[in-house]
Structure formats: structure tokens, C-alpha cells
């Protein structure tokens, strides 16, 4: 969800209110958060950065972040389960959750860990999405009185408990509590028979309830009428490849990757669809998967992080004359490979020029775009950001996607020639030009780009798998 302009004005009052000084306090915010884009534009000399953990910590809280993911310097942990972990548990004098606890299928372990993690005298604050708003967020939705009989059961002191609205969505609840004494948490099956205050949204509620009171045959009727057919319809392919150019960049070690890469893109990757695989490496002596005539290496110069990453699109500009005679041109990280049967008719289910891939870390949640007004990656207040892309997997007809490239080496290297670099390199600048074509661009499921630490995590299909690697080890040798 993200801290909003809305939110941030009560957690900015709330820590006043409890804390004097704010120096050695120690704070546990659950899910890796950061600032919604009009967050940052508001209070853009107050936040200073896209992330809310660098915010709390210059603020002077000792502030750790968990989240599933570990990205960002947070802590892997799973809020499904019970942590039992000595340095968790009863460590922090408060805990944040600005929208994870939603998400999370396990209600009670989840805040039983809330609990947990929170000394005696400690405090709670909640900014989560109030039932009959948010449609389509999140599977859990809280009412006021969910936080009032939650207290009350397990001794908690209500600070404030007020809605905030946030358009268009509708409103969130904010809540702040303490932790007075040592009184147990609220036992499950009493926390479960107050469960109905979360108005969670069922199959039953959303779908068949209007159908209940008609007889059985005409609900089956309409069933089918609504959606069968899409159930069984199959893809219908809309564009027809010739011949595709796929780009692999990898300096120092990450031409390791290739063998594999290279392996399974054949093995699954529009099988049917002629393919030459562009390898940009400063190792162009590496030792291919045979002689093969598909492979062709490129040299290019080995650079410090992230040069490697915020240049792909120069590499790229580099061979566009021997690229111009593909149909279309595909980008694919170094670290990924193809997990799964991709057909063309799967593929190529849209006639779009440009495509790129939902970001799996920003699901139904602001992503972190650019907010820095200098960089040309920057968007604006009023941009349309309900989708983040990764940059790990895009591209699209060749026409399109060369005059993509040509563009974003422009303001990439305008951008350094001030000294400014966009937050997540060129993602960012990918982001930008996507929000300005979006009429050109067509999104695929995260399963495109499936990070092998989400396995099982998330509901769709794996198509490509993004491997676990150790980042720093790997760009130290890309100099």
C-alpha cells in the first residue's frame, strides 16, 4: 500500500504524541515500505528519498524492516508463521504496519507476531484498508470496532482510531495502540469469532450471492454465459514473428549465466520462432554452448555498478544496424531463465508493440518510480502509476523498441551529465517512457519474472524465474 500524504500527516502527529525524542527508539515496520509518489512531491524536503526505512533512520530510530521479500536491506521473515526469533520478540518500542497485515493469510499468526515483537509499553500503529473500500486490494479488510475488541481482549490502551480517506480508493483505518502490561495476546478461537469484523471478501459474497435465491439451471446459465467462455477459449495469436533478437548482457560473471540462459530459452521460449541470441559481454572468449550460429557475440566494455545496468540501453543502440533486420526484439536479464512452456500464441496474444513485465515486489502497491524532479525519469504527480514494470524482461516490435532505446540513452546520459543517476537505474527511465506510451505497451503477469525467493508465494505461473544470486559478489566483478 505505501505511506500517502494522508497517512504520513497522523504517523507524523502519532510520533510526536509518544516519543520526546526519537533517538535509540526502536521501530520494526512490517513490509519494506516506501512514500506514494504524491507523498514524495508534498513533502519532498521533509522525506528526502523514496524509502521509508532511510526516512525513520535519519530521524533517529533504530529501525529494521521485515519483509518476505528481503529486498532493501529488510529481513526475510514469513508473517504466516509464528516467529519464535529471541531478537523479535518483545525488542521494539513500536511497531508499523502501513499495509502488510491485509495481505497476509494467516490473520492470527500475523498478529500474534505483531504482539510479539512489541515491549511492554510499547506501541502499535496500524494504517490498513477499512471494509467496504479498497476494492480488489487485498483478501482482509478491518472495521473500527476489529481494533476495539481486539484491545479490549488483549489489553491494549486505543491512542487514536480514526478513518483517513484516500482518494479514489476510500478510506483507510488509522489506528494507534499501546501495549499496557503483561496481558496475553487474545486466543484464536476468539480472535477467528471476531474475524467477521475484517469483512473478508469470498467467492460467495462477490460472485454467486446474487444467484443463490434463482434456481440451479439458470445459474448455471449464467455462469456460462459470463465467464465459461473465457475459461475455454483459447489464445489467438495476433502478431507473427519472423525472426526475433534476444539481448543477453553480461559482464565479468554474469556470462556464467549464459549456458543455462541460453538452454532453456531454447527449450521453452517460442519454440517455432527462429531466434539469435545477442551475447554483450567484455568476455566474448567465454566458452559458448558449441558453435552455434544463434549466438552472436558482441564486446563491450566492462564498467563499475550500476554503469552495467543504466548502459544496456547504449549497448543496445550500439548494434541497432545489425538489429534492424530482426521483427521484433526481446531484453531478458542475465539471471533469469524460462521455466515453463511459452507459446507463440501465448506470447503474442496482443497486437501492441511494446511490452513489458508487472513488478513482483509491487503488486497492488505503488511502485518505487523516480520522485527526483531533476532526473528525466522522474514522474509527474498526475501520472497514471498503477503499474510498476521490472526491467528485467521487455521489449517489442524492433521499430519500437529502438526508437525506446534511442530516447532512453538520451536522457540517461543527460541525466549523468548533471551528476544524477534515477533511483533504480534504468527500470526507472523504463517506467517513465511506459507511463508516456502506455497505450503502446502490453503488461505481462508477474510469473514472467518470478523471483525464485517468492517461490509458491505468488498465484500465477512461473514463465521465467529470477535466480537467487549475491548481488555484491556478482557486480564486483562486472569492473
Known sequence: MGISSQGFEPLQRALKKIFPDFNGIRMLELGNQSFTDECLLKYRDVIRGKIAKDYFSRLGFDHISIDITGLDGSVALDLNKVISDKNFIRQFDVVTNFGTSEHVDNQYNCFLNIHNFCKENGFFIHEVPEAGHWPGH???????????????????EIIELIPVDIPPNGNEIFCVMKK??????????????????????????EYW???????????????IKRCGRRIIRKNIQKQRPDSIAVIFIGTGRYIEYFPSFYKTNIK??????????????????YSYPGKKEDI????IESSRWPLPTLFRFKYINRISGRLKGFSHIIFVDADMEAASSITEEEFFC????????QHPCHINRIGT????????????AGSDLSTYWQGCFWGGQTEEVLKMSKELERRIDDDLSRGIIAVWHDESHLNKYFIENKNKVYTYHAGYAYPVVLSGKLSCRKKFIHLLKDHDKMRQSSR
Open 268 to 285: 521453452f521460449f517460442l519454440p517455432h520462432t527462429k531466434k539469435t541470441f545477442f551475447v554483450l559481454t567484455d568476455r566474448v572468449d
Open 180 to 205: 499496557n502490561g503483561h496481558q496475553p495476546f487474545i486466543d484464536k478461537d476468539r480472535f477467528e469469532s471476531i474475524l467477521h469484523y475484517s469483512d473478508r471478501p469470498t467467492i460467495v459474497d
Open 138 to 156: 487485498s483478501h482482509y479488510y478491518y472495521s473500527r470496532d476489529f481494533f476495539r475488541i481486539l484491545a479490549k481482549e488483549s489489553g491494549y
Open 209 to 223: 450471492k446474487p444467484y443463490l435465491k434463482t434456481p440451479l439451471i439458470e445459474r448455471l446459465k449464467e455462469f
Open 369 to 380: 518510480f523516480e520522485s527526483n524532479s531533476g532526473s528525466l525519469a522522474c514522474v509527474s
Open 296 to 299: 552472436v557475440p558482441v564486446l
Open 350 to 357: 496482443h497486437n501492441r508493440p511494446l511490452f513489458g513485465v
